[in-house]
């Protein structure tokens, strides 16, 4: 009596203990968590490699300019079509007070206008159609990034400044004025991501809280998982915080969207498995602790072997040239350590809470010692009941459909889109864009840049003029002044260790594809004619983040396979069981990709995809779809160890069946949620991972899978053997 009020005490004071240190987390996790963005980094060219060629002109061309900037471009246009004489008096005082006006938010130590983070003043220029003007607000990239007292950076307060007082000052005028170039891009998607800490999150909760009510009926329940995956989230939020203030990782605003989503899909799915085990053995035995020490016992393998499984497969990204790519590897493993963290140890205390009245959580449906129902009844146990049946046909017919969903995979066009693309939203940055290109050479303002050694300056210059794409090039002197493309063409050129600049004007935007394309050709151009000539500038900085993310695709995809196969094989101790679940998943992540290059194409009408997509898409779909065919075999080889291999099968399917269905189910609503972010990356992933989760969890899970093992038998577990002689 008197050591079973010791354990008593003894776990009375573990789950205190417990919930004490999640308390804990979650005060000083939730405030991370609010502190994410201003964390973020979201410069392109600090994600490429040292090795590529932009980054390596970069440095090389700095040389050549005073001062690095990130020009904000103001376009207006008349209402009435030409800019009279007053309109162009009026758009000159305005950009004459335009470093005057103030930075919103700063604080007493920050800079307080926007004069102080300019390299000169506004300059304005006038097209040559008469019908627009433009005025060049060059901000120091080294203030560019930088936060004032409100959280918020100097680019999106000086965009957001300038776009207000622009519309009341120009707009009696009767002028029209937008706000673009590479800094309006930068507000803008700023405030897309801005959505992340808020909209995304609580449209990810409610759509999981709601599927919850409906899969456990219960009123409390939905809100003990849904604590799980917040107090899982707090964890994540304040490790991955932590990592970037210090430059340990970095965090871009994707990286920030899917680890929220990521943390709370995985918490939950992994909750419902513990509490659909728990509740199980809740009808075994008298005791909650009993009944949560048995559940544990049995959920700890396949639940630590999913985890394992996601995380080890997302850190096969730090294989990625990209440093975008790079910093998501660890911070979706540091996700997934946290929702596996949370609900195993926070909500098995949570639902200890009250002793043995602990089992109310489950009201109006309490389970009871003596109502055993191992074996589910309803559909899934039909569901199995077909499998066994008609094995072959279910595999043989579903195997079919995925390969003809796979067959459209090649129309997928994952080679990169144009930043004016990016948006699903209109914005000012992507108006005042194709405003700027309606009316100027729209590659003038970040031109593309050639450093050759000088002796091949002749040669470089005339391989750069006659490459299609191309308005201009010329070499940068002391004489230059004024925008790009200006400098007489007779004046001596800049030398600096033996080499010149050349500048580079393409008649498309440098942040288009076109130009892109162009730049791809004078690479070829001006190597052929100074095989050490480096090439550089926005455009340049695109082709090789595009190569970069067509080199990791075929690099990380072979990796991640096989790290996750060898953890299927050391799990399920078998090869042939292995080799089935990667083939299986991997042939319904071709599918996905095929009905995804369809829709994308002929009925969302988006212009393309970056390479990045199909590589996410690929890490967290066969990471988490092999999860689902996890846990389904590993109560498949618990059952057959007893009952035989194909009793087995149809055992675990009928058990398995609900809860797996319900955590696929929560995964895909808290993935479809990103596509509240209007952004083309974050909903292409939404549509693919929402899709492919649901692919896995309903056919290759409940059919495939299932019906192939089922048909093998024992021949499944080779070159393991299991204890039942039975098929």
Known sequence: ???????????????????????????????????????????????????????????????????????????????????????????????????????????????????????????????????????????????????????????????????????????????????????????DLVNAFGGIDGILLLVALVAVLLILVLVYRSPLLPFVVMLTAVFGLSLAGLVVYELALHGVLVLNGQAQGILSILVVGAAVDYSLLVVARYREELRRVDGTYDAMRRALRASVAPISASAGTVAVGLLCLLLSDLASNRSLGPVAAIGIASAYLA?????????????????????????????????????????????????????????????????????????????????????????????????????????????????????????????????????VSAATAGPPGTAPADAPPIVVDGRVRIDVVTAAASDTQAAVATVRDLRSAVHAASPSALVGG?????????????????????????????????????????????????????????????????????????????????????????????FLMTRVREEAAVVGTRAGVRRGLAVTGSVITSAGIVLAATFAALGVIPLLFLAQLAFIVAFGVLVDTLVVRSLLVPALVHDLGRRTWWPGRLASGAE
């Not at 009341?168 to 800094?183: I, R, Y």
């Not at 009250?354 to 009844?377: N, Q, S």
């Not at 969903?405 to 990169?416: D, K, N, R």
């Open 1 to 187: 009596m008197l050591r079973n009020s010791r354990g008593a005490v003894l776990r009375a004071v573990l789950v205190v203990v417990a919930l004490a240190v999640w308390l804990g987390i979650g005060s000083f996790g939730g405030m991370a968590q609010g502190k994410l963005s201003t964390v973020q980094t979201n410069d392109a060219a600090a994600f490429l490699p040292s090795s590529a060629e932009s980054t390596r002109a970069g440095v090389l061309g700095e040389a050549f300019v005073d001062t690095k900037t990130l020009p904000a471009l103001l376009v207006v246009t008349s209402a009435t079509g030409a800019v009279t004489a007053s309109q162009t008096s009026a758009v000159r005082a305005f950009a004459a007070g335009i470093p005057r006006l103030p930075l919103a938010g700063a604080g007493p130590a920050d800079p307080a206008t926007v004069g102080a983070v300019l390299t000169g003043v506004p300059v304005v220029t006038p097209s040559q159609d008469g019908q627009a003007l433009l005025v060049i607000i060059p901000i120091t990239s080294a203030s560019a990034g930088t936060l004032l007292a409100d959280g918020k950076g100097v680019t999106t307060a000086l965009v957001a400044g300038v776009r207000a007082a622009a519309s009341t000052t120009l707009a009696p005028a009767g002028l029209q004025s937008w706000v673009t170039g590479p800094a309006g891009f930068v507000a």
């Open 343 to 475: 609900a195993m140890t926070f909500l098995p205390a949570l639902l200890l809470v009250g002793g043995a009245r602990a089992r109310f959580y489950f009201w109006p449906r309490i389970p009871r010692p003596g109502h055993d129902r191992a074996v589910e009844t309803g559909l899934w146990t039909r569901v199995a009941a077909f499998v066994g049946r008609r094995a072959r046909a279910a595999w043989v017919v579903t195997a079919l459909v995925l390969v003809a969903g796979a067959a459209f995979l090649p129309t997928l066009h994952a080679t990169g889109t144009s930043q004016t693309d990016v948006f699903l939203t209109k914005v000012d940055a992507v108006a005042g864009e194709k405003v700027l290109a309606a009316h100027f050479e729209a590659g003038l303002v970040q031109p593309s840049y050639v450093v050759a050694p000088v002796a091949d300056q002749g040669a470089v210059l005339a391989a750069a003029t006659r490459t299609p794409g191309v308005a201009s090039a010329t070499v």
């Open 538 to 630: 926005v455009a340049a900085q695109s082709l090789d983040s595009q190569l970069s993310g067509e080199r990791d695709l075929r690099v990380i995809v072979p990796a991640v396979l096989l790290v996750i196969l060898l953890i299927l094989m050391l799990l399920l101790r078998s090869v042939v069981a292995a080799v089935v679940l990667m083939a299986a998943n991997v042939l319904s992540f071709a599918a996905t990709l095929g009905v995804a290059a369809i829709l994308f194409n002929h009925v969302f009408g988006f212009p393309g995809a970056d390479p990045a997509v199909p590589l996410y898409a690929f890490c967290f779909l066969v990471a988490l779809g092999v999860d689902y065919s996890i």
